[in-house]
């Protein structure tokens, strides 16, 4: 299980975090704020168990916790007493009751087994004002030993007064070279995989993590990568046949063009003289190399706009099939 050394990137927050262990001074309440992906729960995970860990601050390296202690081990097996991971029942929304009973009334009962008792609100912007506004009442008078730690996608939804009492530590983009250090060393992807995953997740480590696992991602990379190939030499027909292959793919296509942007920008940046160290598909160096030399500035840039244009177009709900043929057109 994580602690502190496993987190990739969001420095500022960790530092935060640390010092707040290492002189125990945690706030009654946390706000990470930050969308799906990066990072937030581990981040909260760590923190909740750093806090309750029950190895001396001083002895331990760079305040995390230790580990291995009885503390350690609960919070790790997710049955720590005084680590209250909050549910909900509702996909869309956290009630009033919800909050009442598993934060409000809880507080009053004193820890368990430890100093202070941690509460894990996750998708804390589902929370309706009338939950948010019992969770305010809370925190305007805590009890000393309460941390509450909320996930929040959006803080801007949140109550203002709700905001204004709690410590807010927005999750920063992690950098590409450390996500696709992790990629490589972790799930052993090739360089050309790695590129797409980080590309596709600007900044977000659990978006290329789920990119680079997703079998449908590399079938449909797979699928892009032999349009690419031989889009110059297909027939009508051909055409016509991939665009609605292409269609048809409704949980997909943004990421099909996508991918298409991806390319053609690496394309323009190779005949624009870029080095082969800065392509996103640097597994398909030649390919790239080829269409640089085939292709026009003009039309590369045409093309871009075309992807550009077939994205809106799907947006507005245009015919699918005739959107990615004049896209496949125009490529050709
Ligand atoms: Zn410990």
Known sequence: MKGFRDIIGQEMSLKHIRDAVRTERAAHAYIFDGEKGMGKKTLAAAFAKALQCEKPVGEREDSDACGICHSCIMADSGSHPDIINVTHEKPGSIGVEEIRTQVVNDVLIKPYSSKRKVYIIPEAHLMTAEAQNALLKTLEEPPSYITIILLADNREILLNTLLSRAVCLPMRAVKAADISGYLEREKGLSPTETGIAVSFARGNLGKAVLLSESEGFTELWEEVRALLIHIREMTDVEISRSASAAGGKKE?????????????????????????????????????????????????????????????????????????????????
């Not at 996103?280 to 080829?290: A, I, N």
């Open 252 to 332: 997909q296509r943004d990421d099909y063009l996508g991918l298409l942007m991806l390319w053609f920008r690496d394309v323009l940046y190779i005949k624009s003289g870029g080095s082969s160290e800065g392509v996103v598909f640097s597994g398909e160096l030649r390919e790239t190399e080829e269409a640089a030399e085939h292709y026009s500035f003009e039309q590369l840039n045409d093309i871009i706009e075309a992807v550009k244009t077939a994205g809106s177009r799907l947006r507005s709900n245009v015919n699918p099939d005739s959107t990615f043929e004049m896209l496949f057109m125009t490529m050709r």
